[in-house]
DNA sequence: AAGTGGTCTAGACCACGGC
DNA sequence: CCGTGGTCTAGACCACTTG
């Protein structure tokens, strides 16, 4: 690629403009940068399904992927939360969640099935309000008036179980991508929990990294 | 935390400088930021075990873990390549490459079987001097003099195989992560494929993400 | 030696959030 | 309204790679 200063001279913005979106790309895997050497692009980022930026957001990871996603919601239930998903919610034992269970479409096949845990407390509006099709930052932004900041996510690996099964479809006893994933606000405040069952025999989930 | 132009004054640094500086911390997800709001730590940053930066990197990934990471090879063989190895390194089946196995150990225990291919024609050092010891990194500066400037990595669930089970051991039939990483150098050529057997009961893969 | 990206300064204005 | 981070300019020097 043109240099930094080619760039700022071609464009008619200072060097340092240049240098910021030219970061951008960079943190991104679509350029690389060496010093004393020069900027190139990455011919292989086309291969990836994935950029660090939307990793873990389906709906995007579907669409990377190069299929139409949609989302079906199963179940919105209302119950005391189990002893674990209290602690991952910082709840006591048998405080009221809800449990938000979609399903996710990538063209007319199912990809993956995600249940999330969210406290009942932090609910502003109707439960019969919630639209299940929505993304889960507009559902918080709009029923639960929070920002999701920040996520954190462990990556598992799970045989199928029958419950899932029903759902996903596919061979029995196959091995699946297990996604926990918790969900922060502001003041570094839990505001969900959820689990991702995710076939990875129909997506892929691939990204690029630049090392050193 | 601090606003950008406290922490200039604070340190006598310029406001840019303080940015670059910040923005680093953002990238790998200790620090959140919001215009108009300000800066904040993430709290939780201490659950994780890897940060984009380190994805990928066994040994780091390892130690993040709170382990000590120790490598053993098992084998250094050159053989013809097999027609999926040969699609993967852009070469001919049956061109020669070498296939360098590795064990990775948390502590004392088994948590990673490595298999990584390389072609012959890359080799600049004789094959029986290389130390199956070394990070990849290092491997590929020594003895091939090149080097890696980016990854490609596929994350997969897999049943664990008997063959692998032989290395890493626990219960039988358990289903494990298979991560698919590929090499690149300079000009995008391919240096190695790798197949990594990670078994996610012993070590956790978490990583955080700032949304938005 | 020449050119690259990496770091840095000292200013300026804008978009956004909270009060 | 004020303070925040986001964007931008027009310079400067340094560290590194390559021919």
Known sequence: MPSESELSDELGVSRATVRTALAKLAANGFILRKQGDGTYVNLRIRETSAQFGNLWDLVRLIEGNGYKSSIQPLSIEQRPAAETEALALSLNTA??????????????????????????????????????????????????????????????ST??????????????????????????????????????????????????????
Not at 201 to 212: D, I, P
């Open 95 to 156: 405080d009221s969640l809800i449990n938000l269970r979609r399903l996710f479409f990538a063209d007319q096949r199912p990809v993956s099935l995600a249940d999330n845990f969210i406290p009942s407390a932090l609910l502003c509006e109707p439960l019969e309000s919630i639209d299940g099709h929505l993304h889960i930052r507009d559902i918080f932004r709009t029923y639960f008036h929070q920002d999701i900041v920040f996520i954190i996510t462990d990556i598992r």
């Open 159 to 212: 045989i199928i179980s029958a419950e899932v099964h029903r759902f996903l479809g596919g061979a029995a006893g196959r091995s699946i991508l297990e996604l926990h994933i918790s969900f922060y606000g502001k003041n570094n405040l839990p505001l969900a929990f959820g689990v991702n069952y995710f076939d990875d025999s129909v997506l892929r989930l691939s990204l690029a990294q630049a090392w050193n």
